[in-house]
């Protein structure tokens, strides 16, 4: 991503639902240029053509670019390996969702319990001798509930950068699509299954997703919960 940005002046936004392709869209060429967008366009291409991880990109007709990366799951390693965000000072924030009740149908229950569910799974895997760390493989998150974890983690850099993030209801998405991923991609083995390198793959994504959501919600002005 810091890559991509480099080239674009900007980090770039996901496109579509990355089930297969992992798409971004950017609007680089229409900013502060006085060249025709689509110029523009064709010469930023040429340098993004160049970066590792590139695998496509297509310049459209009214100066956007689509730039399709090969290796999604390096998002998971971005995230981690970047600096903790300072911890916004506020005073007198309010909490976008109540505390209770503590069932599926107030988001906020589900975003702070994504939170606290995330660190459990690294708990339990490491009971479970699940290999865990920086040596995990990202480029085995490829099933459809680790891509639609990895599309909206990808969002974070352009919400980052945005004057309105809209950090509730991405939480709130964020929170969906983890939960679904741990119910039906699990990142911990089940039964008598061995553990593998896709576990802790799928661990490893689960502590940025911790991270984002902590960093959500602090900025919400609400405190990262320690259990549930």
Same mark, same amino acid.
């Given at each position: 991503?810091?890559? @991509?940005?480099?080239? @674009? #002046? =900007?980090?770039?936004? *996901?496109?579509? /639902? $990355?089930?297969?392709?992992?798409?971004?869209?950017?609007?680089?060429?229409?900013?502060?240029? &006085?060249?025709? *967008?689509?110029?523009?366009?064709?010469r930023l291409a040429v340098r993004l053509r160049e970066v590792p991880g590139?695998?496509?990109?297509?310049?459209?007709? %009214? !100066?956007?670019?689509?730039?399709?990366?090969? &290796?999604?799951?390096?998002?998971?390693?971005?995230?981690?390996?970047?600096? @903790?965000?300072?911890? +916004?000072?506020?005073?007198?924030?309010?909490? +976008?969702?109540?505390?209770?009740?503590?069932? $599926?149908? %107030? +988001? #906020?229950?589900?975003?702070?319990? &994504?939170?606290?569910? &995330?660190?459990?799974?690294?708990? $339990?895997?490491?009971?479970? !001798?699940?290999?865990? !760390?920086?040596? =995990?493989?990202?480029?085995?998150?490829? #099933? +459809?509930?680790?891509? =639609?974890?990895?599309?909206? @983690?990808?969002?974070?850099? /352009?919400?980052?950068? /945005?004057?309105?993030?809209?950090?509730?209801?991405?939480?709130?998405?964020?929170?969906?699509?983890?939960?679904?991923?741990?119910?039906?991609? /699990?990142?911990?083995?089940?039964?008598?299954?061995p553990p593998s390198e896709v576990h802790a793959a799928r661990v490893r994504?689960?502590?940025?997703?911790?991270?984002?959501?902590?960093?959500?919600?602090?900025?919400?002005?609400?405190?990262?919960? #320690?259990?549930?």
């Amino acid at each position: 991503m810091e890559a @991509l940005r480099e080239v @674009l #002046g =900007a980090p770039p936004v *996901p496109q579509g /639902s $990355w089930e297969r392709e992992a798409r971004f869209v950017s609007t680089a060429a229409l900013r502060g240029t &006085a060249e025709p *967008p689509a110029e523009a366009a064709e010469r930023l291409a040429v340098r993004l053509r160049e970066v590792p991880g590139v695998r496509h990109v297509d310049v459209r007709p %009214n !100066g956007f670019l689509v730039v399709e990366i090969a &290796a999604p799951g390096e998002i998971v390693q971005d995230i981690l390996a970047a600096p @903790l965000a300072a911890p +916004p000072r506020r005073t007198g924030s309010t909490a +976008p969702w109540p505390d209770f009740p503590r069932t $599926w149908d %107030n +988001p #906020g229950f589900a975003v702070r319990y &994504a939170y606290v569910r &995330a660190g459990a799974v690294q708990r $339990w895997a490491r009971d479970l !001798g699940v290999p865990t !760390g920086a040596a =995990a493989r990202s480029g085995l998150l490829d #099933g +459809p509930c680790d891509r =639609a974890v990895l599309r909206v @983690l990808a969002e974070l850099p /352009s919400r980052r950068d /945005s004057r309105d993030p809209g950090w509730a209801a991405y939480l709130e998405r964020l929170a969906e699509v983890y939960h679904a991923a741990v119910e039906h991609a /699990s990142p911990i083995p089940r039964g008598d299954e061995p553990p593998s390198e896709v576990h802790a793959a799928r661990v490893r994504m689960g502590e940025a997703v911790r991270r984002v959501l902590g960093e959500g919600l602090a900025e919400l002005g609400v405190a990262p919960p #320690g259990k549930i």
